[in-house]
């Protein structure tokens, strides 16, 4: 069984920053893209930031220059820097992960349990 656990979510002023932690544990064989979705009250998920397992990101247009999204393959960990943060921000941010656990498995796109994030002063 695989596992996704977040960390770093909380309460920040507009205008501050975060960083979000996701840790990938347990059946492994490889990770390929990693990324951050967001789904505020009253609206669908959305992505927010994407990353390859080449370290190649991708960002929704409203976040681009505020956040970023990066990779630690050794420990299986995505992380999600963000800056000046706004209230239209605030949302639950859920992790997602694309793993193969076995060599001769297909890949299974596997979420975190969400992380609250607040921007409000």
């Known amino acids: 069984q695989v596992q996704l656990v977040e960390s770093g979510g909380g309460l920040v002023q507009p205008g501050g920053s975060l960083r979000l932690s996701c840790a990938a544990s347990g059946r492994i064989f490889s990770i390929n893209a990693m990324g951050w979705y967001r789904q505020a009250p009253g609206a669908q998920r959305e992505l927010v930031a994407t990353i390859t397992s080449g370290d190649n990101p991708n960002y929704a247009d409203s976040v681009k220059g505020r956040f970023t999204i990066s990779r630690d393959n050794v420990k299986n960990t995505v992380y999600l820097q963000m800056n000046s943060l706004k209230p239209a921000d605030t949302a639950v941010y859920y992790c997602?992960?694309?793993?193969?656990?076995?060599?001769?498995?297909?890949?299974?796109?596997?979420w975190g349990q969400g992380t609250q994030v607040t921007v409000s002063s």
């Open positions: 997602n992960a694309n793993i193969r656990s076995r060599s001769y498995m297909s890949t299974f796109d596997y």
